[in-house]
């Protein structure tokens, strides 16, 4: 028997030196490792293509303020009826006003404007300034697309003068001018570029002028650049870390923002369709107004964009709770929820239809001709909260009648089980500490296989790393007392890496899984809830350890779980084992949980042929409450190296506090 060695020269990191160190003593202390044997001849599990997603909705910031690229707070000065939130007057007080005015709507969405009263000449600047989410990002050399409606009391009035700029004025990174206004309301668009300036992330976008009259401005807009260059579209940053998932799916619109707070808050997608000037914003559900610049299409067209395809989520008559209403609001079913079941034929026939149908063709005058291949509706969101459960069995039948007749090949998702019909896949969601998430691990192992097929629709292990007052770090099992750190630690990425092993061992039963929530900004005032998978500013973004770990198994799906015992239990680490038959690559997944390396001999049967070169891709940290920060993005993050010395059997040697890939080459 061999025993797998790793060269040391292609390791990058000092961890992955600590723990070849580590391995050697282990080995001998450890005189029985317990033995895989991996069965090739046997036929395993096929493994969904679908497997492993995203889930993503409107929490913490998750489009405004974060992947929806647009960088003014309060673009069209709706966000607070009292006040121009995120909006300042530039001069001197004593020199001009700024207030909200709803006597001047342009349309029947961008009701309530921003009035500028410049009273009399002044020989300063006197404008309007907008602090962006947590600060505008004035990045170096980049180009800007700034636009707004306006109109001036007078009929001619101008020039304007456009300027992203640090938060005090004194430094100016970019500008550009409008040079006339007319008593109408009429659209501007310029671009602004900036110079090779040290990159400003709490910079603030001002438009001023020097005449007195009075101006009102609205749906003000600045975008930075966006991946494949979309008009309105995504950050860039973001889109290359969700791209880098390559997810297979994309599941919207919620979670919780789908439902809303009241029935009229859930999302409204028809009001997010078409040009933005005609999207009035509703509500949210996480305490933040949205201004449904993320509507259904771009949706559609972010999925489009990373090469996954959309899994549909329709309202189902039931919002949340809200302080008043415990038991939350149900539509029930039966006449008053027809119109629901309506909507959401409208919106399956809007993402799927030709042009010829009225909503295929409300697609393609938004853009689109081409319609979006759907194989999965969801109907509703956890319908086991309040009065949703005892109300979800009739109202999903008669979504699922509905759908069906229209649409007989769409898989139909219950979120919770129901006796009605025969739902295609179940949603089960789990949120729990990482140990939870490790006993979950097995939650599947004895699963009815006469029940539907599982969607497990939102996941994670709930653990972070604190940064205490005095600088320390603290360990800590319930993040939602604390408002610190809105990403998970190593050791919820260990939690969450032994649940996929279980997912992946019981791929006959799972056929789609997705971490939750996906995205959020690190200011405590921004999110409300953590952990979440990936981090920003208006800057910078970074991916936590749960990431990386999610990213080293889709990487590593392969087409098929394989058949593999042990010889003894393994209570200490847990393990998937798959194969790609295309290429023939083998991937051995192990999640070693304790301090101690895990020795284990292998033993491959059915293979003609085991390379003695593979891989070894480790995720480890020198603590399990090591994590990944703005400020340290890459404390804890996977390296990979060549091993040799594998074979039909070999022993080797796993890493403390690791998820590692290993991964060989059969024939
Ligand atoms: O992921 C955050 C929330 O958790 C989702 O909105 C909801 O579905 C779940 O309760």
Redesign the pocket.
């Known amino acids: 028997m061999k025993h797998l060695s790793i060269r040391f020269a292609k390791l990058a990191c000092a961890a992955s030196a600590a723990l070849v160190l580590a391995t050697l003593s282990a080995l001998a202390a450890d005189a029985h490792p317990p033995r895989m044997l991996i069965d090739l001849t046997r036929p395993g599990i096929p493994i969904s293509p679908t497997f492993y997603g995203l889930?993503t909705?409107e929490?913490n910031h998750s489009y405004d303020g974060g992947l929806y690229a647009e960088l003014i707070q309060n673009r069209s000065f709706k966000d607070d009826a009292t006040r121009p939130l995120h909006w300042s007057l530039v001069g001197a007080v004593a020199d001009g006003s700024i207030a909200l005015d709803e006597t001047q709507p342009i349309n029947a969405a961008l009701t309530t404007c921003l009035k500028l009263t410049v009273p009399a000449a002044t020989s300063g600047r006197l404008g309007i300034a907008n602090d962006g989410y947590w600060g505008v990002p004035a990045a170096p050399t980049t180009t800007y697309r700034a636009s707004f409606y306006a109109k001036a009391g007078a009929d001619t009035a101008g020039p304007l003068t456009l300027t992203l700029e640090s938060a005090d004025g004194h430094t100016v990174y970019a500008t550009a001018q409008v040079p006339q206004l007319t008593s109408q309301w009429k659209r501007y668009a310029v671009t602004l570029t900036t110079g090779n300036s040290a990159p400003d992330n709490h910079a603030r976008f001002v438009i001023s002028l020097s005449q007195p009259g009075v101006y009102w401005f609205n749906l003000v807009s600045l975008f930075p650049p966006t991946w494949h260059d979309r008009p309105n579209g995504n950050r860039v940053d973001l889109m290359q870390a969700l791209s880098a998932l390559h997810p297979a799916f994309l599941r919207f619109p919620?979670?919780?923002?789908?439902e809303g707070k009241t029935v009229d808050s859930h999302f409204p997608w028809k009001q997010t369709l078409g040009d933005l000037s005609l999207r009035p914003g509703h509500a949210g559900?996480?305490g933040y107004p949205a201004s449904d610049g993320m509507g259904l299409l771009e949706f559609l067209e972010w999925a489009e964009d990373i090469g996954a395809e959309p899994v549909l989520a329709v309202y189902a008559g039931y919002s949340l709770p809200n302080d008043t209403n415990h038991a939350g609001t149900v539509i029930p079913a039966g006449p008053a929820l027809a119109p629901y079941v309506q909507d959401a034929l409208d919106e399956i026939e809007y993402v799927t239809g030709v042009t010829n149908t009225p909503w295929g063709a409300r697609r393609l005058a938004d853009g689109h001709p081409a319609p979006f291949s759907l194989h999965y509706v969801e109907i509703g969101?956890?319908d086991f909260?309040g009065d949703a459960r005892r109300t979800y069995n009739a109202r999903f039948a008669q979504f699922y009648d509905a759908i069906k007749a229209a649409h007989p090949a769409l898989q139909c998702i219950a979120t919770i089980p129901v006796t009605s019909r025969v739902p295609d896949v179940l949603d089960d969601?789990y949120?729990a500490t990482s140990g939870e998430m490790m006993k979950l691990a097995h939650k599947y192992d004895h699963y009815d296989r006469s029940k539907p097929k599982i969607f497990v629709?939102?996941w994670?292990a709930r653990e972070i790393t604190r940064v205490t007052p005095d600088g320390q770090t603290a360990y800590n099992r319930m993040p939602w007392a604390y408002k610190d750190s809105p990403t998970p630690n190593l050791h919820a990425a260990l939690g969450d890496a032994a649940f996929m092993t279980g997912l992946e061992r019981n791929a006959d039963v799972i056929v789609m899984n997705c971490y939750?929530?996906l995205l959020t900004r690190v200011e405590p005032a921004a999110f409300q809830?953590n952990p979440n998978l990936i981090g920003y500013d208006s800057l910078r973004s970074y991916v936590s350890p749960s990431y990386y770990a999610q990213q080293m198994f889709q990487l590593h799906r392969g087409d098929t779980v394989v058949h593999v015992s042990m010889s003894a239990d393994p209570t200490n680490f847990f393990f998937s084992t798959t194969l790609d038959h295309a290429t023939g690559a083998l991937f051995v997944k192990l999640v070693n949980i304790n301090p101690t390396p895990q020795i284990v001999q292998f033993a491959i049967s059915g293979a003609r042929q085991v390379a003695g070169q593979g891989t070894l891709t480790v995720l480890t940290s020198a603590h399990p409450d090591d994590t990944d920060t703005i400020n340290d993005p890459v404390k804890v993050v996977p390296v990979t190296a060549p091993v040799d010395g594998l074979g039909a059997s070999f022993t080797s040697t796993f890493a403390p506090y690791a998820i590692s890939v290993l991964q060989l080459q059969t024939q």
């Open positions: 889930m909705e929490i919620g979670g919780n923002y789908l559900t996480w969101n956890e909260v969601h949120y629709g939102e994670a939750a929530p809830w």
